[in-house]
């Protein structure tokens, strides 16, 4: 069935570390989004790419994140470096047009020790 | 300010109650209001979608959009314990789709 997946669902990893968080939006899907949440700030916009270009990034933190999309099957989100604050759920989510619904992954639950 | 604001509860009540979410927003250019429900450990999946102003039923459910006051409300008729879930509020103008913090609903048996 159609759904979007995200790799890997748990990482735990060292501060300072490079992390990389993978996603395979659902097949057709122009339209990809990355959120994080924690219990403090509840689900944020980091960023979202429509036809693979990114239109906004501004809720990243530039300096430690950046975001692509290679081909229309993959959006990666990588963190470097890791730090204990960025620790948090990271959600890719995609859709079939913009301002149309969202579908969302299962989540990677980052911790950074 | 965050553009969307969301009591995040928690919210508890009986089994059979009407329960009441809602949520502002600031950003003027938000046209389409949506309502999802998150489970424990699991991504939002979208229960309510609703386009400018105005009242949508589904089920036990009824969404409420009010832009002049830019003020949207979900109901939830005969609340059940499987309704127990965190629901959050999202919106989008230009594509960019904003959610709030989510408010936490537990029914009680």
């Known amino acids: 069935d159609a759904r979007v997946t995200q790799t890997p669902r748990h990482k735990v990893t060292e501060m300072g570390q490079e992390v990389t968080m993978r996603c395979q939006p659902i097949l057709g899907h122009n339209t990809v989004f990355w959120y994080r949440q924690t219990m403090m700030q509840g689900l944020e916009l980091l960023a979202y790419?429509?036809?693979?270009?990114?239109?906004?990034d501004s809720g990243m933190p530039k300096d430690r994140f950046s975001a692509e999309m290679p081909d229309a099957t993959l959006a990666t989100l990588k963190i470097q470096p890791s730090e204990p604050r960025d620790s948090a759920v990271y959600f890719c989510?995609?859709?079939?047009?913009?301002?149309?619904?969202?579908?969302f992954g299962q989540g990677t639950r980052l911790t950074v020790v | 300010q965050k553009e969307v604001e969301q009591d995040p509860g928690p919210l508890s009540v009986p089994e059979g109650a009407i329960v009441s979410l809602n949520c502002t927003y600031s950003?003027?250019?938000?046209?389409?209001f949506m309502w999802y429900r998150q489970y424990s450990r699991k991504g939002p999946e979208l229960l309510m979608y609703t386009y400018s102003s105005g009242n949508k039923e589904d089920g036990r459910f009824t969404a409420q959009v009010d832009k002049s006051s830019k003020y949207i409300s979900l109901f939830i008729r005969d609340s059940q314990p499987s309704d127990s879930a965190t629901y959050l509020c999202a919106m989008s103008g230009q594509g960019k789709l904003i959610f709030g913090q989510g408010t936490t609903l537990q029914v009680k048996p």
């Open positions: 950003n003027s250019a938000f046209q389409y």
């Open positions: 989510a995609s859709g079939l047009h913009p301002n149309t619904e969202a579908f």
């Open positions: 790419f429509r036809n693979r270009a990114p239109l906004d």
